[in-house]
């Protein structure tokens, strides 16, 4: 008996799916060690108490017996996104991580919660006596070690967990369970990157450590345009938005030969949105005059920008967050003094 119903892992956005038993990341030491050599900073939830939750899964929940580990993919709207810049009149220049567009517009915690539990649902179901607790994103587990574990990658030298057949543009999230559950096991991945520095060259800032294949998250455009939002916090000397990354950065997997396969074995050239928080993002960020976008920013009350904007990922940097990347953007292009 198949564990999931082919139609309901294709209605969740599974791209593929695997399950481990093994509680300690496999990469723990390069976690702590990237942790010791300050090279997460100013990331500092990475740290402490949280550092230690991280280093076994029985560390954050005693009951855990194995995981069933998911990858949601948004590799068609990354394609879609692509097309907009590369062929819409109006587009402004401006670039915006994929993943923002994915999942209808939505926030993904949100919307992948729902699918977790609602999977979970299923699994309790069938096994009684089956707890789960859900990790995705901002609980304190290596979520790409998991994945790994699970036989659906490999690490990129970009850090990336890339999937064979799906590349990397997708949201891992998982169901930690207090049974055993395994259907079948895949084997582990093994590294496919090669001689391939493609990701490494391609970054802005440089801020790819070839050495220890992580990364410097203080000279990061992931960092700086989605983390640094609460204080008015200084960029580091390497900081660029120029290729107009305003919010994230996809650079280091748009570029990398198994994300461009995906794209040639599934072509499409559909560059139109058409979900409601999808076009309400790409009317306001992405075919808007640079300077109205600042502009309508700095004048729209608290409760506005959350009347708009409140269901999508941009919630989370806020008016300011945005606002402060946009300033520094057209302030590099000389746009603002
Ligand atoms: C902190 C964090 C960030 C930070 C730091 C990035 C980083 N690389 O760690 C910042 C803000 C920069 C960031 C950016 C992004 N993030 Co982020 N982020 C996280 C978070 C919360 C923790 C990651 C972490 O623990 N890092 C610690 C470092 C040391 O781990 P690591 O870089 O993964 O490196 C490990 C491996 O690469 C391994 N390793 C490296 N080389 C080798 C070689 C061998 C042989 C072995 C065995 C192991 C090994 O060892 C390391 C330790 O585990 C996770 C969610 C989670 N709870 O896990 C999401 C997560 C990693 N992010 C994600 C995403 C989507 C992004 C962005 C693409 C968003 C965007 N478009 O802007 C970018 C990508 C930037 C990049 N190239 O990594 C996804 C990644 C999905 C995937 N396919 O891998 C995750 C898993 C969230 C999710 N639930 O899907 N992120
Ligand atoms: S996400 Fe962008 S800035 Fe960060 S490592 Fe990749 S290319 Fe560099
Ligand atoms: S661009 Fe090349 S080196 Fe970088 S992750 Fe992809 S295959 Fe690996």
Redesign the pocket.
């Known amino acids: 008996m198949k564990i999931f119903d082919p139609a309901d892992l294709e209605r969740w956005g599974v791209e593929d799916f695997g399950f481990t038993s093994e509680s300690k990341?496999?990469?723990?030491?390069?976690?702590n060690?990237?942790?010791a050599s300050d090279?997460?900073l100013p990331?500092t939830?990475?740290e402490g108490e949280r550092r230690l939750k991280?280093q076994s899964i029985k560390a954050h929940w005693p009951e855990f017996s194995s995981a069933v580990v998911f990858?949601?993919s948004y590799h068609t709207t990354h394609q879609e996104l692509q097309n907009l810049y590369k062929s819409h009149p109006d587009w402004n220049g401006l670039k915006l991580?994929?993943?923002?567009l994915g999942f209808e517009g939505a926030d993904?915690h949100e919307v992948?919660k729902a699918r977790l539990i609602e999977i979970g649902g299923q699994l309790q179901a069938k096994h009684p006596g089956l707890e789960y607790k859900l990790?995705?994103?901002?609980?304190?587990?290596?979520?790409?070690?998991?994945?790994?574990r699970a036989g659906l990658?490999?690490?990129?030298?970009?850090?990336?967990?890339?999937?064979r057949e799906s590349?990397?543009?997708?949201?891992?999230?998982s169901l930690l369970l207090n049974q055993e559950l395994k259907s079948y096991e895949k084997k582990i991945e093994i590294?496919h990157c090669g001689q391939c520095t493609r990701?490494i060259d391609a970054?802005p800032t440089e801020?790819?450590d070839a050495k220890?294949?992580?990364?410097i998250?203080k000279d990061?455009?992931?960092?700086f345009?989605?983390?640094q939002f609460k204080l008015d916090t200084l960029a580091s000397g390497k900081m660029t938005l120029k290729e107009g990354?305003i919010?994230?950065?996809?650079i280091?997997?748009d570029v990398c030969p198994w994300n461009k396969r995906v794209d040639r074995l599934n072509p499409t050239n559909n560059k139109s949105f058409v979900f409601d928080e999808q076009n309400k993002i790409i009317d306001f960020f992405l075919l808007k005059d640079k300077n109205s976008i600042a502009q309508d920013l700095e004048s729209m009350s608290e409760g506005e920008f959350k009347r708009r904007f409140g269901k999508t990922s941009f919630l989370r940097s806020g008016k300011r967050g945005l606002l402060k990347n946009i300033r520094f953007y057209l302030k590099e292009l000389n746009i603002l003094s």
Not at 25 to 31: G, K, L, M, T, V
Not at 154 to 162: A, Y
Not at 212 to 215: G, K
Not at 220 to 223: E, F, N, P, W
């Open positions: 990341p496999a990469s723990i030491d390069r976690y060690e990237w942790v090279l997460h990331l939830y990475l991280r990858l949601f991580a994929s993943y923002t993904y992948i990790t995705l994103d901002t609980h304190p587990v290596l979520e790409r070690d998991l994945a790994m990658g490999w690490f990129g030298k970009n850090s990336m967990l890339i999937n590349g990397s543009f997708f949201i891992i999230g590294d990701c970054c801020a790819i220890t294949r992580t990364i998250a990061c455009i992931s960092t345009t989605i983390e990354t919010f994230g950065c996809d280091c997997q």
